[in-house]
């Protein structure tokens, strides 16, 4: 049983930061992909940031997010930079797990909100 638990959310001022973290619990031998994808009222769900075989940022968001993962801790971030109210949204973690009987599955977590005042 694989688990995503987010973190970090909340309101700021619009040039600010906040940092998203996802803590990725289960049996885990590895994580292929993690990605960090967005919805915000009315629009459909886009991805913000992944981590595969480069790391990829949608172009809303480069140059002022960052996502990184730490294997050993199972555990992937988002340092969101610069924040506009534009990045107002729910932000849901996304990881592909590889578990210890090599079984590959893809995971969604519950997300976080994220919102940005003017």
């Known amino acids: 049983q694989v688990r995503l638990v987010e973190s970090g959310g909340g309101l700021v001022h619009q040039g600010g930061s906040l940092t998203l973290s996802c803590v990725v619990s289960?049996?885990?031998?590895?994580?292929?992909?993690m990605a960090w994808n967005r919805r915000a009222p009315g629009s459909q769900r886009e991805m913000v940031a992944r981590?595969?075989?480069?790391?990829d940022y949608s172009d809303s968001v480069k140059g002022r997010f960052t996502i990184s993962g730490d294997n050993a801790k199972h555990t992937v971030y988002l340092q969101m930079d610069s924040l506009r109210p534009e990045d107002t949204a729910a932000y849901y973690c996304?990881?592909?797990?590889?578990?210890?009987?090599?079984?590959?599955?893809?995971?969604w977590g519950q997300g976080t909100q994220v919102t940005v005042s003017s």
């Open positions: 981590i595969r075989d480069t790391i």
């Open positions: 289960g049996s885990i031998s590895s994580m292929p992909e």
């Open positions: 996304y990881v592909v797990v590889v578990n210890t009987a090599n079984q590959a599955g893809a995971y």
